[in-house]
């Protein structure tokens, strides 16, 4: 069965830092690509940032230079730093991986305070 288990997201004051997890099981030995996407208020889902199994990275434009992407094919995890908070960034995070099929977690809430 397969279960991405998403944890990291809460509250904080705008200008702060975050750390976005997400732990994939039972696909383990056939992850490709793995990323995390956004879906605020009203607004369509969006990728955040990607990774591939052997670490190339893409970022969306508006998050370059604050988020960080990574993984530990390891533990099958990917992580999301991220800095630098901004209101806008308020959203539910999604991670996504690619495996056998697409599988996606249940999502972490980020709120940004003013």
């Known amino acids: 069965q397969v279960q991405l288990v998403e944890s990291g997201g809460g509250l904080v004051q705008a200008g702060g830092s975050l750390r976005l997890s997400c732990a994939a099981s039972g696909i383990i030995f056939s992850i490709n690509g793995m990323a995390w996407y956004r879906q605020a208020p009203g607004k369509q889902r969006e990728l955040v940032a990607a990774i591939s199994r052997g670490g190339f990275t893409n970022y969306a434009d508006s998050m370059k230079g604050r988020f960080t992407i990574s993984r530990d094919n390891a533990k099958s995890t990917v992580y999301l730093q991220m800095n630098s908070l901004k209101p806008e960034d308020t959203a539910v995070y999604y991670c996504?991986?690619?495996?056998?099929?697409?599988?996606w977690g249940q999502g972490t809430q980020v709120t940004i305070s003013s």
């Open positions: 996504k991986v690619t495996g056998p099929n697409i599988y």
